[in-house]
């Protein structure tokens, strides 16, 4: 079956401009995860969905980052007056529960100019 | 706070010979540690799980609390092993709020 899907693969945007990366999970995966991959590091946790609420945001690095899943299914990372900073590969992944194995996403490599 | 240290940014072997892959963490409760690999052109996937005590593709890893290492290991390289592999850590209650290394690029040589 079709595993996690993120678009898109590439986003290019200019510095202080709004972006949204989409995440579309497993079928029926309750849990939904943003990670994000600067260069040369390991992913590091931002935010946990189970069902339609974020029930763990503590990776986030600040107010400019949000990310929703209102149906419990899709999720949307949304970033505010981006900042070189951010860019990065941001990863997606899913599973059926907080505990059973991740499934990732190929990410969204975000270069902010 | 937790961490996982990965020493080697890039270790290469030949084909044949024994592979070990270090991790080590620090957190102090009692961690549960797993194997990501992520091959050329493709998605970060599990490998292996100290919890499920197996062997994957060859791979085996043992979690020595005495020493707070998770290295991975195999005892002949393949020139499909070739890939980037993490190390991360859950903490007890954590779920798959994971904390990952900075990651060791395995290079088999013919």
């Known amino acids: 079956g079709a595993g996690v899907s993120q678009t898109p693969s590439n986003k290019v945007t200019e510095k202080g401009k709004y972006v949204e990366l989409r995440c579309d999970p497993i079928s029926g995966h309750t849990a939904l995860y943003w990670y994000r991959q600067s260069l040369g590091q390991g992913p590091e946790f931002l935010i946990y969905f189970q069902g339609t609420g974020a029930a763990d945001d503590s990776g986030l690095p600040n107010d400019r980052f949000f990310a929703v899943r209102p149906e419990g299914s899709v999720s949307t990372l949304k970033i505010q007056r981006t900042e070189r900073g951010d860019s990065a590969m941001y990863l997606c992944?899913?599973?059926?529960?907080?505990?059973?194995?991740?499934?990732f996403g190929n990410g969204t490599r975000l270069t902010v100019t | 706070a937790q961490r996982v240290t990965q020493p080697e940014k890039l270790l290469s072997v030949f084909k044949g010979a024994p592979v070990e892959l270090k991790c080590n963490y620090s957190y102090s409760g009692s961690p549960e540690l797993f194997w990501y690999v992520q091959y050329s052109r493709q998605r970060l996937q599990l490998l292996l799980r100290?919890?499920s005590r197996e062997s994957i593709k060859g791979f085996t890893a043992d979690l020595n609390k005495g020493e707070t290492s998770f290295h991975l290991k195999k005892p002949f390289a393949q020139e499909e092993d070739s890939a980037m592999y993490y190390c991360a850590l859950r903490s007890a209650g954590g779920g798959n709020k994971l904390t990952f290394g900075t990651g060791t690029q395995l290079k088999v040589e013919l």
């Open positions: 992944a899913s599973s059926w529960d907080h505990n059973s194995p991740l499934h």
């Open positions: 100290h919890i």
